[in-house]
C-alpha cells in the first residue's frame, strides 16, 4: 500500500516559502512523525510542496494531507483533485481540528488533534473499507517512548533547518490569539530527557531547533536537559517565554548547552493588552531589564510583537520600533492580529462582527482579515510594512548586530534573511 504525505503551501505569504537558493525553512515534523507511525507494510512518501510540485498521477492509495491555516485552500485543491482521481484523503493539523466539517467538504476523514493515538486505528479500517470521517484520540498521548520521525524521507538539501524535535507540547499559558492550547491543550507534557538527548545523538549535525511552543515552560525539567546538553556541545535555539530571565541558573544553563538564540513572544509594550490577551504574567515594564539579563547571559533574542490589539493606534509601529532599537534586540518578528480558527480571538472577533475576510490564504499574520478598533485597516497594514523596512535597514542592521562581537555573524546573518522578506513589502510613510 502506498501513503503519500502532503503539505501545501500559501503563495502570499512572505513566511514559509522557498529562498531563491530553493530551500524552505525549518522541517515541520508532523508528517515525519506521521510516516514513522505507519506499519512497515505501507510504502510512504513525503511531498513538499513548498520545494516540489505535486504530481496528481503519482500512484497512492491513501494521500495524507496537513497545513497550517493559510496554507488550506491549497491543501483543499490538492485534496479535490486526487479525489477526482478516486484517491482516498485523510486530512488533519490545527486549521483542521478546529474546523473539521468544513475540511471534511475536501477530505474523506480527518483527524482532530493529536494523531498519535488514532493512526494505526485510521489506516487498518482504510484498509478494511471502513473508513470513518473522525478521528480523535478520548486522551493526549504520553511522551514517552514517542517515535523519531523519518527524516530519512526528506530531502536535507531543500531546508535551511533541517534537524528539528520535540521535548514538550503543550503550554503553561493559553494566550488568546494562539492556537497551541487548543490543539496541543494547555495541559504542559515533557518527553524524557533521555530519549530527546538520544534523538540529537542520531543527528548528522551539531546544530537544531527544538519546536517546543516554550522550552523553559517547566524549569525543572528544562534544567535537566540543559545540563546534559552540554556535553555535546551543540548550538540551538527555541521559542522560550521571556520569564526565564528571572532564573539566573535557567538562563546560565540556556547559554551554556549551546542555546544561542531564542524566539520570545513580547507581543505588545502594553500592560493592558497583554492582560487583555490573558498574557498578563508578562511584564512589559519589565522588558528592558529582561532584555538586558538575556543579552547578558549571551543569548540572542528574536522578538514576536502583534499589532491590531484593541489598544492599539496608529502610534504603536514607531513605539515598538523604537523600542526595538533602543534595547538592540537582536531581530524581531512582526504579526498582524489574526483570528485563527480554534482560539479565543476567533471568537470574541466572530461574536462581534469584526472579521471582514474569510479567504484562509490571507491568514498568514502579515494581512489584515478584520477590522481593528483603533485604526484603519489601511493604517493597521501600512503600519506593519513599516516597521518591517525599517527595522531591517542597512543601518539599523548595523546597529544592533554591532552590539557585542559575540555571535555578531548569526545576528547579522538571521537580519539579512528578514531584510530579504521585508524588501519585498510596499515602501510607505506613517
Known sequence: MKLLLILPKNERSYWGGVSKSGKAGFVRLNLPTIAALTPTDWDVEILDARVKPVDYDAKADLVGITGFTAEMP????IADNFRKKGVKV?????????LPDEALQHADAVVIGEAELVWHKLLLDFKRGELKQKYKADKLCDMENMVIPRRNLLNREMYSGFYTLQATR????????????????????????DE??????????KKFFFMDDNIVGRPKYAKELFQKLIPLKVIWGSQASITMAKDPELLNLYARSGGRYAFIGFESLSQKSLENLHKGWNSAKDYKEAIKKIHDAGINIIGSFVFGLDEDNSSVFKTTFDFIMETNMDAAQFHILTPLPGTVTYSLLEKEGRIIDRDWARYH????????????VKELQNGYYWIFRNT?????????????PNGIIYRIAANLSYRKKALKMPDVTL
Open 74 to 77: 491549497g491543501a483543499y485543491e
Open 90 to 98: 485523510v486530512m488533519g493539523g490545527v486549521h483542521v481540528s478546529a
Open 170 to 193: 503543550g503550554c503553561p499559558f493559553n494566550c488568546d490569539y494562539c492556537a497551541v492550547t487548543a490543539f496541543f491543550g494547555q495541559e504542559f507534557r515533557t518527553r524524557p530527557v
Open 196 to 205: 530527546v538527548i538520544e534523538e540529537i545523538k542520531g543527528f548528522g549535525s
Open 365 to 376: 499574520t502579515g494581512e489584515v482579515v478584520f477590522q481593528p478598533k483603533g485604526m484603519t
Open 392 to 404: 531591517y535597514t542597512i543601518k539599523n542592521i548595523l546597529k544592533r548586530s554591532l552590539r557585542s
